[in-house]
């Protein structure tokens, strides 16, 4: 029975549980043992879905000492060689995965996509050359197959209920002084925009007209997301940034405007079912991947398709009071 | 202060053409930038130095020699001394032999800090800083969009960082690794008009495994843990768009679309 290691990062639980679907992917259902090292204080419902769960004794371990848990897989993989160790590539995990992998003299796969199987060997895909190719990667030498994989990209559907055995680890000798943290906001719970079935996505040439994008979204039932440009003139929050260092979105709908569709954008959004892209130039890359390419102002296409919207709203209301 | 920059050279993928006949991306050609997040570090750095002159600045890349031109600009932009590592054994190396390249050459020097960006914009693996502070025993941090304070008396560094649920202000102790976000305000300075062929060749070194001393094997193909079996392009679907204008007959057959595919529900 192959041993499998997934890292819960307290700060995507979920995601980080949906991580044994790779070991679904690897091993089989059936083929594989499931250990979750929940360091942190939030574990979700890890505690029924793998066979085991390693907690830290005397307290949680912030997912930011990063050094600290690195030692802690490197201890944990001496005393249950594992087969696989899968980590989340999140802001942590990211830290993370690397030093556990320089400790343990294991290669290292980083925001996997995509697993395959060759004989006994793992393929590991990842984007790379920001999205516009894919590499597939394995891992050489003796080491565990390790990869920090892009979260919601798997899904561990139909699950298996466990009930996991609790072992306790003890970090005292391992801790490692060094990070603080002094403060912590959380953001505003504000809808993810991977969640929206619409997106009306602004770029550099709507970037004095952004406050109309909000009305079309409201029409379309969507939600207002961005261009890397139009982020970094700080017109848009981060967190409605589309592309590959941004969100990887797949709606139903995407309507581009003003955004000529710059590799890392593509990126984004290439599982987006329809594209309507608003440009002044016909020629500009995201055209060749819309389903309607709208030549002209932005401006001008978002007023006149708001104005045909609310038009046929007040017919319709005019005819249902008749 | 003394701050060691980590850079890379990466090609502009912007200008990579896809040869759809043969399924490449075409390379040749392509201009290769300062990757832009360790432009960010290292205008950050240069910030430093504005406002307190005696903080000294080394770059270090592992680069082909023909990274040379590049890397003279550096020093005419106010980086103190350039550190090419260039050995055609390390071609091929994945991060895990190349962070042990660097771990062994920041080994011998002294510093209070290591800037790089988080990602490259080719591999993209964001490996690299953690790998490299691993084998150092520093402290890390990635991420950060801005960097508060950096006072090598107190031996801390306060860095601000977005993650995925929320913004945090670190304290970290130095030395440490600090990974930039891009940040286009920070701009490296243009180089002034009468250093533009300034001869910086004094302040440049360029180090072979020679001068490492490096077992052959831990270099390049032979000393890396990972391999990359396929390379290919992630070809787009090209659909065969519908070419309409802004006009009222543009937007009428918008609509109606819109309306046919269900996206005008009330």
Redesign the interface.
Known sequence: MKRVLVYIDEDAVEDSIDLLEVGRLIYGDKGFCSYALAAGVRYGAAGSLFDYMFQVKNGALPNYDTATIARCIEFLHRIYCFDAIVVPATHCGRMIAPRAAMRLHAGLVADVTGIGTDGDEVLMVRPAFSGRMLATVVCRGSGPVMMSVRPRVFTYEEPVLKSAEIIDVDVQDMKTPGIQLIERREKSEARDIRTSEVLISGGGGVIRDFHLLERLAEALHGMVAASRKVVDMGKAPRAIQVGQSGKIVSPRLYIALGISGSAQHVAGIRDAEYIISVNTNRQAPICSMSDIVVEGDSRAFVEGLLNRIEASNTQNSGDQKR | MRILCLLKWV?D??Q?R?DRERNI?IRENARLMLNPEDATAMATALGLKRDAPDTYIEAVSMAPRGAMPHLEDLVRRGIDHVTLISDPRHAGS???AT?RVLARYLGTRDFDCVFCGT?T????????P??L???LG??????ICALVKLISQEGQA?VD?????????????LP?VLGFQ?S?ERKLPYIQYEDLNRDVSSRITVLGNDKLGMDESELGLKG???????????A????D????????D??????H??EQ?G????
């Open positions: 090609p993928v912007d990579l896809y991306l994945d991060t895990w962070s990602h914009l080719d591999g993209g693996t964001g490996q690299v953690a790998q502070a691993e084998v520093l402290p890390l941090m990635v991420g306060v960082v977005e993650g995925e649920t929320a913004m945090m202000r670190f304290s970290i102790a440490a891009y286009p890396s843990l990972t391999q990359v079996r396929r390379l290919e392009v992630d787009l679907e090209a659909k768009p519908v070419l309409l204008r802004v006009d009222q543009g937007i009428d057959k918008v609509y679309w819109l595919k996206f005008l529900q009330p």
